[in-house]
Antibody, heavy 121, light 108 residues
Framework: EVQLVQSGTEVKKPGESLKISCKGS????????IAWVRQMPGKGLEWMGI????????RYSPSFQGQVTISADKSTSAAYLQWSSLKASDTAMYYC??????????????WGQGTLVTVSS | SSELTQDPAVSVALGQTVRITCQGD??????ASWYQQKPGQAPVLVIY???NRPSGIPDRFSGSSSGNTASLTITGAQAEDEADYYC???????????FGGGTKLTVL
């Protein structure tokens, strides 16, 4: 059974750093892209970027480039989303999802349960 | 980058058919995928590709596309279908993706 299990709720102060995780199991972790998706309170889904754990090839949405770092550790089948200096506007639910990409399709077939990040002074 | 536009809200009477649409230039080249999200839950893939349903998704969900518009149709809507629905497609940029703004479906 394919599973993506994310790390738990985080409460941080502005300016602090944070790294959240997404651990995959039940499939070949290195052979599928993993995406991070943000959902701000009461808002829609936003694609942040993707990583291919097999070679760490990473792509970022222009909206998130330079704001976050996406990484992966294939030895532990985990993907990560990292901030060096959090802002209140980073308060959101963050989902990881497995991605299928081909010439015609781009879809997220399995999702993590989400990690709630709250940034408040 | 591309944009996908969805109606913010749609309603349907119990047992009737409803169509949720998604418009954008990227849909002329790429298939849309559709996700259902209920309050407090992660999104769930309901339609991908030309008209494919993942295992466990009821066959009352179907997808179609014409020109720059993709549609998700629920034939015989049930109370449990009340949720937010999002579309996404590939963007013209290298391996980038775009989501629609979401449609809140109310089943009356």
């Amino acid at each position: 059974e394919v599973q993506l299990v994310q790390s738990g709720t985080e409460v941080k102060k502005p300016g602090e750093s944070l790294k959240i995780s997404c651990k995959g199991s039940g499939y070949s972790f290195t052979s599928h892209w993993i995406a991070w998706v943000r959902q701000m309170p009461g808002k829609g889904l936003e694609w942040m970027g993707i990583i291919y754990p097999g070679d760490s090839d990473t792509r970022y949405s222009p909206s998130f480039q330079g704001q976050v770092t996406i990484s992966a550790d294939k030895s532990t089948s985990a993907a990560y989303l990292q901030w060096s200096s959090l802002k209140a506007s980073d308060t959101a639910m963050y989902y990881c999802a497995r991605v299928y990409i081909d010439f015609m399709m781009y879809y997220f077939d399995y999702w993590g349960q989400g990690t709630l990040v709250t940034v408040s002074s | 980058s591309s944009e996908l536009t969805q109606d913010p809200a749609v309603s349907v009477a119990l047992g009737q058919t409803v169509r949720i649409t998604c418009q954008g230039d990227s849909l002329r080249s790429y298939y849309a995928s559709w996700y259902q999200q209920k309050p407090g839950q992660a999104p769930v893939l309901v339609i991908y590709g030309k008209n494919n349903r993942p295992s466990g998704i009821p066959d009352r969900f179907s997808g179609s596309s014409s020109g720059n518009t993709a549609s998700l149709t629920i034939t015989g809507a049930q109370a449990e279908d009340e949720a937010d629905y999002y579309c996404n497609s590939r963007d013209s940029s290298d391996n980038h993706c775009v989501f629609g703004g979401g449609t809140k479906l109310t089943v009356l």
